[in-house]
């Protein structure tokens, strides 16, 4: 089954606790992104990748970083987290940028 | 930059009703394609209908219909024979379908809220 997974799904952490969401896909598929949905905001996206070591910034890249070491994962990292990234995170993938979009389930991040 | 703007942050409809979500767009490209996602509680992001900007005809997906219009740059999406599971967060998105930075992105509105009453 093609499927883009995220985890964890739920985590509430602590101020300056580095933790990292991870993403996978079984479709491989070249382009990968990550976006954030705020209230109000819809989502907005934080980084995407085209392809494994390219990565750039969306319109929301700070406070996180990503990397794209293996085509399959692309994972992003909260150093230092912050309330203000409290979130659902979402993490996106495509055979290619103009092809169809593949969602995961979304991760609810609490950042105390 | 293209922005994406839905009005519209709640609409309420009857079953069976038939019921127009607005969206509106900007962007200076002409090769675009445009999408309708929806979100139930689950929060998964669900494909309910796509545009190319390059097609004249109006997508259409069984209850689910839209009205695009170009040069007014409009896009809003009607479901006809309203359903209780219809109900859900709605987003409106753009992707440019040229090249550069920006290919690839999903730039969203703000999403609109459907209750669909019995």
């Known amino acids: 089954e093609a499927q883009v997974t995220q985890n964890p799904r739920y985590l509430i952490t602590v101020t300056g606790k580095k933790l990292t969401v991870t993403c996978s896909q079984n479709m491989n598929h070249e382009y990968m992104s990550w976006y954030r949905q705020d209230p109000g905001l819809g989502l907005r996206q934080i980084y995407y990748s085209m392809n494994v070591e390219v990565t750039d910034k969306g319109d929301v890249p700070e406070g996180y970083k990503v990397s794209r070491k293996e085509k399959r994962n692309f994972p992003l990292i909260l150093e230092s987290p912050s309330p203000n990234q409290t979130s659902l995170y979402f993490c996106a993938s495509s055979f290619s940028p103009g092809n169809t979009i593949y969602f995961g389930e979304g991760s609810w991040l609490t950042v105390v | 930059a293209q922005t994406v703007t839905q009005s519209q942050p709640e609409m309420s409809v009857q079953e069976a009703e038939t019921v127009t979500l607005s969206c509106t767009y900007d962007?200076?490209?002409?090769?675009?394609?445009l999408f309708w996602y929806k979100q139930p509680p689950s929060r998964q992001m669900i494909l309910v209908i796509r545009?190319?900007?390059?097609?004249?005809q109006n997508a259409t997906e069984n209850r689910f219909s839209v009205n695009f219009q170009k040069a007014a740059k409009s896009f809003s999406l009607k479901i006809s024979d309203s359903q209780l599971g219809d109900a859900a967060m709605y987003f409106c998105a753009y992707r440019s379908g040229a090249g550069g930075t920006s290919y690839g992105k999903l730039t969203f509105g703000q999403g609109t809220i459907l209750t669909v009453h019995p």
């Open positions: 545009q190319e900007a390059y097609k004249q």
């Open positions: 962007t200076s490209e002409s090769d675009y394609y």
